[in-house]
């Protein structure tokens, strides 16, 4: 965590991409064998080639394990459940990290920009989270842990907390999953996303993403959010928001205003947790490297609770 720490850069540049993931994958590779001896199976949730999920088992488990589906960024336009060499650990050691603590874990590819644009990345979201459910059996038959179906959390990072905010919050989307996901769902865990819309911020990526400056203003998570009915807000399981302590200052700023929104709106306070000493990258890279693993422990702690 000491180059983390100690680099002033907190933009999301490529250049610090680049070098957070160098920083741990030269210290994942040193537990390579260890992430591997967590049994990963692939499976294709739709026709296309970036519709595939792995998913990692736990060692073992009593019973039915509950599931974590997890959903990894990339600005939009980029991304990978494994990413190519020499980061072939980046998310492996996300998966192995929390199926060793019991959460059989989820992590699906996704439909990118310019390929595709608002909301097909959220709808491929939400059919590889149905999936899981609906082939619940096939998957236990693969890796001899039978998922349980009633127990699962989301969790999204970055552009990937914007999808699963999408999943639950826009009109169509939500209305989709009412019967068939959201009464499944124990939880669910916001990561450093892109909630808000202001030209300010220079976030010319959010514009590509959904369109036009007018389609991004009305369907950011915020907007959503503003527009969802109280009936519906009060059918959302919990949440809980994660922060990258050294993230730029404006994913900072968008958390704080979706967090003050999402307590209005809910009528009480959303826990948030810190990754101390993280920027917007580290905070996945980190896992399973022995360092930095704290607010993973803590989101842990967190999702348990919601299975007493």
Sequence with gaps: MDAVANNPE??????????THDTFATILETKRAEME???????????????????????????????????YGGG????????????????????????????????????LVPEVGYPTPAED??????????NA????????????????????????????????LQSQLRESIATSLLPRIRGLVFSAGAYTYAPSQGAEFLVNYYGSVEAT?????????????????KLLP??????????????KASGDIFKGALDTRLGKEVPRIIGKGHNHISVNTALGSGEGEEWAEDVIKWMKERLE
Excluded: C
């Design 125 to 134: 979201v939400r059919d590889a989270a149905l999936w899981v459910v609906q």
């Design 10 to 19: 907190t933009d999301v540049t490529t250049e610090l991409v680049v070098s």
């Design 37 to 71: 001896a967590v049994e990963r199976k692939t499976f294709q949730y739709g026709d296309l080639a970036r519709q595939q999920l792995d998913i990692y088992y736990p060692p073992s488990f009593p019973g039915k394990a509950p599931v974590l589906f997890f959903v």
């Design 137 to 168: 059996d096939t998957v236990a038959a693969a890796g001899r842990i039978q998922p349980d179906t009633d127990a699962l959390f989301l969790m999204g990072h970055s552009a990937g907390a914007v999808h699963l905010a999408t999943v639950l």
């Design 217 to 233: 203003a009305q369907s950011v998570p915020l907007a959503l959010l503003k527009a969802a009915p109280d009936e519906y807000l």
């Design 238 to 251: 919990e949440i809980l928001l994660v922060q990258a302590e050294r993230d730029a200052a404006w994913v």
């Design 76 to 111: 939009f336009v980029s991304g990978e459940r494994i990413l190519p060499a020499p980061w072939s650990l980046i998310y492996a050691n996300l998966g192995s990290f929390f199926a060793k603590r019991g959460f059989l874990t989820v992590i699906a590819d996704y439909r």
